[in-house]
Structure formats: structure tokens, C-alpha cells
């Protein structure tokens, strides 16, 4: 059975016209251990929790960000499968925008940075396709919709 893991693509937009896709600035961090991989918070759930409760709580543990700073975005939720440490992995995310574009973010020993990225370079940092896919269809998401 393949482990689970559920967080949030999270983003934050600068005052100017949707058209201009800089606007739209990814939350990423950065691993601590292994390979000081980049990617949105995210984390296994506890027991008892759905899917969406896991993603808010890991978001709230790994960068400081409570529920009640975001707005979840409708209609956007993408599942990634892909191989973790010889064992095939699930994560499922959402989009969340801040709903403060100077939010403090306060990182657990989990993580050792974190940067708001344009789409470009964030794809270059996420490394793996599997997360490069899901922050190009976030963006497109919110470029095509009036989220």
C-alpha cells in the first residue's frame, strides 16, 4: 500500500493585474534531511483526520500558517504518485492562497528555508516532474480562473 501524505500548494499574489503571471508567488520549502528537497508543506495524517485536516495541520506544524490565514482555493485538487525511498507514495494537494501577502512563516526542525518563487523558479526548485506538474497546473489554474 502506498504511504499518504496530503499539504497544500500554497501562494500569495502581488497587487497587479492577473495577466502578468509574476504575480503569483509558490511557498516552498526546504527539507531539512535526505536531500534538502523543495517542495509545499505536506505530511502523513493522524488518525481520524480527512485529507483537507492533514494538509491544514501540516501546513500550521511546518510553516506557521494557520487555517484561518488561507483561503482554499475551489475546484483545484491534483494527486501525485510517484516512489519515495523505494516505496510508492501519494500525496494529495490543494491551492491555498494567504490571505496576508506579508505572512510571518515559522518553520518546524522539519525544514531549513523557505522562498516565494515566480512559476519558473519554482519548477526549477521542486526538481521532481511529478511537483513541477502540480505548481504549472496551479498556476494555470489561477491564471484561467477568477479564483
Same mark, same amino acid.
Given at each position: 500500500?502506498?504511504?499518504?501524505?496530503?499539504?497544500? &500548494? &500554497?501562494?500569495? %499574489? %502581488?497587487?497587479?493585474?492577473?495577466?502578468?503571471?509574476? !504575480? &503569483?508567488?509558490?511557498? /516552498?520549502?526546504?527539507? +531539512?534531511?535526505?536531500? *534538502? *528537497?523543495? $517542495?509545499?508543506?505536506?505530511?502523513?495524517?493522524?488518525?481520524?483526520?480527512?485529507?483537507?485536516?492533514?494538509?491544514?495541520?501540516?501546513?500550521?506544524?511546518?510553516?506557521?500558517?494557520?487555517?484561518?490565514?488561507? $483561503?482554499?482555493?475551489?475546484?483545484? %485538487?491534483?494527486?501525485?504518485?510517484?516512489? !519515495?525511498?523505494?516505496?510508492?507514495? $501519494?500525496?494529495?494537494?490543494? /491551492?491555498?492562497?494567504?490571505?496576508?501577502?506579508?505572512?510571518?512563516?515559522?518553520? +518546524?526542525?522539519? *525544514?531549513?528555508?523557505?522562498?516565494?518563487?515566480? /512559476?519558473?523558479?519554482?519548477?526549477?526548485?521542486?526538481?521532481?516532474?511529478?511537483?513541477?506538474?502540480?505548481?504549472?497546473?496551479? *498556476?494555470?489554474?489561477?491564471? +484561467? $480562473?477568477?479564483?
Amino acid at each position: 500500500m502506498a504511504l499518504r501524505a496530503c499539504g497544500l &500548494i &500554497i501562494f500569495r %499574489r %502581488r497587487l497587479v493585474p492577473k495577466v502578468d503571471n509574476n !504575480a &503569483i508567488e509558490f511557498l /516552498l520549502l526546504q527539507a +531539512s534531511d535526505g536531500i *534538502h *528537497h523543495w $517542495t509545499p508543506p505536506k505530511g502523513h495524517a493522524e488518525p481520524g483526520e480527512n485529507d483537507l485536516e492533514t494538509a491544514l495541520r501540516e501546513t500550521q506544524e511546518e510553516a506557521g500558517i494557520g487555517a484561518g490565514q488561507l $483561503t482554499i482555493i475551489e475546484g483545484f %485538487r491534483r494527486e501525485l504518485n510517484y516512489v !519515495a525511498r523505494e516505496k510508492p507514495k $501519494t500525496v494529495i494537494y490543494w /491551492l491555498a492562497e494567504v490571505k496576508d501577502y506579508d505572512v510571518e512563516i515559522r518553520l +518546524s526542525h522539519e *525544514h531549513q528555508a523557505y522562498r516565494w518563487l515566480g /512559476l519558473d523558479e519554482a519548477c526549477q526548485l521542486a526538481q521532481f516532474k511529478e511537483m513541477k506538474a502540480a505548481l504549472q497546473e496551479g *498556476h494555470q489554474f489561477l491564471c +484561467s $480562473t477568477e479564483a
